[in-house]
């Protein structure tokens, strides 16, 4: 997580200083297995492996004694729901990319960097359209926002951080430039 920490100090010393912070809604209860097993058999060939990743993902779950079949979503918590999640979004970074923008994302958890708040709110704007239109996910409006990079105080990379590898407040204290003793 330091690393990412870093690459926002990066993008926002190069002049990205707004971002976009998205939260995409449920976004492990909502994922279609279908769409995200295209995607996963552009990578994988062996038929083994990607039937087995489908009964991961089918695999039934407990809910108070009751016994439900799932339809859709990931496992949270699973080893394997990261990587699944990055397979599913490599479209998004790629596009994202090409367009020139700076990014960080760690499975559902992603921050655009951009130079203007118009331009951050077009990017909204299209990732949203691209979520729903292409991979049937929602943003969650309520949680994403286009901010000016210093009043974010690096919040959301401060939230992964912890949860990620323990208490990062020092080092994000020196990252905003307050001395670590306060």
């Known amino acids: ?9 990066e993008y926002v010393a190069e002049g990205y200083t707004w971002a976009v912070d998205m939260d995409v809604e449920r976004f492990f209860d909502r994922v279609n297995h279908d769409i995200l097993m295209a995607r996963v058999a552009r990578r994988v060939a062996d038929k083994r492996l990607l039937r087995l990743i489908r009964r991961f993902l089918e695999a039934s ?5 009751i ?5 859709e979503g990931t496992p949270q918590g699973g080893s394997l729901s990261p990587l699944l999640a990055n397979i599913l ?18 499975a559902d958890d992603c921050n655009i960097y951009v130079r ?17 239109g292409t991979l049937k996910l929602k943003l969650n409006e309520s949680k994403s926002r286009v901010d000016k990079t210093p009043s974010m105080r690096l919040e959301a990379v401060e939230a992964r951080a912890n949860s990620y590898t323990g ?8 990252l905003e430039g307050v001395p670590a003793g306060e």
């Open 67 to 71: 016994t439900l079949a799932k339809e």
């Open 116 to 132: 203007s708040r118009q331009a951050g709110m077009r990017v909204m704007a299209s990732v949203q359209r691209f979520l729903q």
């Open 89 to 106: 979004l490599d479209d998004l970074d790629r596009g994202l990319t090409r367009r020139g923008h700076r990014l960080l994302r760690y």
């Open 61 to 65: 779950v407990m809910v108070d004694g």
């Open 1 to 9: 997580m330091h690393d990412a920490v870093e690459r926002a100090r």
């Open 167 to 174: 208490d990062s407040r020092t080092r994000l204290r020196r």
